[in-house]
C-alpha cells in the first residue's frame, strides 16, 4: 500500500530557513499536502502541489516536488516562533478512482529557537 | 471562518463499553471522514460518507464501527465495543465533494482523545 515518510524532528533558529522533507511511495499520487498541527488544534492545510508541478511558492512557504525521487520538501523561509508546530506530509492517490482518503506521514515536530 | 467542531474533547471509557464521537462538518460540504491517530504514530484514514452512504473505507473500519448523520448537521462515529487499542486521537474532516481534478481540500476539526481503560 502506498507510504509516506517524514523525519521526526527539526530544530532551527529564529530567522532561519526550515526544510522538512517528506518521501512517498505512490507513483500515482495526484495531490500531495501539507498540514499543520498546532498543540490542541486540528490538521490546518497549509499548501498543496498537484502531481505535474515542480515548484509552487505561496508567500513564505515554498514546495518543492521531485517526482521521479517521489520526494516532497516544504521550505519555511525567515522561520518565526509561531512556526513551531507538528508539520504533515499527505498524500491522495489517483482521481480517477473515485479515492478521496489522504495517506499522512507521521509528522515533524519543528522546534524554532529565539 | 466556518470550522469543523468536535465533541467532546476527550473522552474516557472502560473496555467493552460502546462510544459515540460527534462531529459538526462544515454546513455546505458534502463529504465527511474520519481520520485516527494513534499516539505516537502516523494519522489513519477510516472511512468517508457521502449521501448517506459510506464511499470508502480502510481495513481499520470493522463491523466494531460505525457512521451515521443522524440529522443534518452531525456527523457521528460509534464504536460498538472499545478494546485498549482503540484508544486514539479521532479527527472529523469535511469537504465540499468537487469532483474531477479539483483537490477538494479536506478541513479537519480539532479531535476527540479517546482514552479506553
Known amino acids: 500500500g502506498e507510504d509516506v515518510e517524514q523525519s521526526l524532528f527539526l530544530s532551527v533558529r529564529e530567522g532561519d530557513s526550515s526544510v522538512i522533507n517528506c518521501t512517498y511511495t505512490?507513483?500515482?499520487?495526484?495531490?500531495l499536502y501539507w498540514y499543520k498541527q498546532e498543540p490542541g488544534a486540528g490538521l490546518q492545510l497549509l499548501t498543496y502541489?498537484?502531481?505535474?508541478?515542480d515548484m509552487k511558492q505561496d508567500q513564505r512557504l515554498t514546495v518543492l516536488l521531485n517526482k521521479k525521487d517521489k520526494h516532497l520538501s516544504l521550505r519555511i523561509a525567515d522561520t518565526q516562533t509561531g512556526d513551531s508546530a507538528i508539520y504533515f506530509c499527505a498524500e491522495r492517490g489517483p482521481m480517477d478512482t473515485g479515492r478521496r482518503a489522504l495517506t499522512f506521514g507521521s509528522g515533524t515536530r519543528l522546534q524554532v529557537q529565539p | 471562518e466556518p470550522e469543523v467542531t468536535q465533541t467532546p474533547s476527550h473522552q474516557v471509557t472502560q473496555m467493552g463499553q460502546e462510544v459515540i464521537l460527534r462531529c459538526v462538518p462544515i454546513?455546505?460540504?458534502?463529504?465527511f471522514y474520519w481520520y485516527r491517530q494513534i499516539l505516537g504514530q502516523k494519522v489513519e484514514f477510516l472511512v468517508s460518507?457521502?449521501?448517506?452512504?459510506?464511499?470508502?473505507k480502510s481495513e481499520i473500519f470493522d463491523d466494531q464501527f460505525s457512521v451515521e448523520r443522524p440529522d443534518g448537521s452531525n456527523f457521528t462515529l460509534k464504536i460498538r465495543s472499545t478494546k485498549l487499542e482503540d484508544s486514539a486521537m479521532y479527527f472529523c474532516?469535511?469537504?465540499?465533494?468537487?469532483?474531477?481534478?479539483?483537490?477538494?481540500?479536506?478541513?479537519f476539526g480539532p479531535g476527540t482523545r479517546l482514552t479506553v481503560l
Open positions: 454546513s455546505n460540504h458534502l463529504y
Open positions: 460518507f457521502y449521501n448517506n452512504e459510506i464511499s470508502e
Open positions: 474532516a469535511s469537504s465540499e465533494g468537487t469532483s474531477g481534478r479539483f483537490m477538494d481540500t479536506q478541513y
Open positions: 502541489i498537484f502531481s505535474n508541478m
Open positions: 505512490d507513483s500515482s499520487s495526484t495531490y
